[in-house]
């Protein structure tokens, strides 16, 4: 099993960036693909982004295409650079992680806690 811990959330203006990591424990980390979805207030957490096991693969949702980039370490590390940043973005951002395929997006079932990104216009 694996445990995930967000950060690097907080309070950036729009056109800014912002640089999520999350930290995974446990063990055999390189079996799990991982990915970033996020919720916004009274609306159901969506799919972001995710990545290969070996980082070499990634997916990404049609908003985010082209302004966001997932990657991750041989180690224990996955990143999700935001860059143009808009208020739409706004969410409480979670790290997940999946023992199926990067891409396929309903079967990520372990979680971090979430970290709040507020883009303010």
């Known amino acids: 099993q694996v445990q995930l811990v967000e950060s690097g959330g907080g309070l950036v203006q729009a056109g800014g960036s912002l640089t999520l990591s999350c930290a995974a424990s446990?063990?055999?980390?390189?079996?799990?693909?991982m990915g970033w979805f996020r919720q916004a207030p009274g609306k159901e957490r969506e799919f972001v982004a995710t990545?290969?096991?070996?980082?070499?693969?990634t997916y990404y949702a049609d908003s985010v295409k082209g302004r966001f980039t997932i990657s991750r370490t041989n180690a224990i590390t996955v990143y999700l650079q935001m860059n143009s940043l808009k208020p739409e973005d706004t969410a409480v951002y979670y790290c997940?992680?999946?023992?199926?395929?990067?891409?396929?997006?309903?079967?990520?079932?372990?979680w971090g806690q979430g970290t709040q990104v507020t883009v303010s216009s």
């Open positions: 997940s992680a999946s023992t199926g395929s990067y891409r396929s997006v309903r079967e990520y079932g372990y």
């Open positions: 446990g063990r055999s980390f390189s079996n799990y693909a």
């Open positions: 990545v290969s096991r070996g980082g070499s693969n």
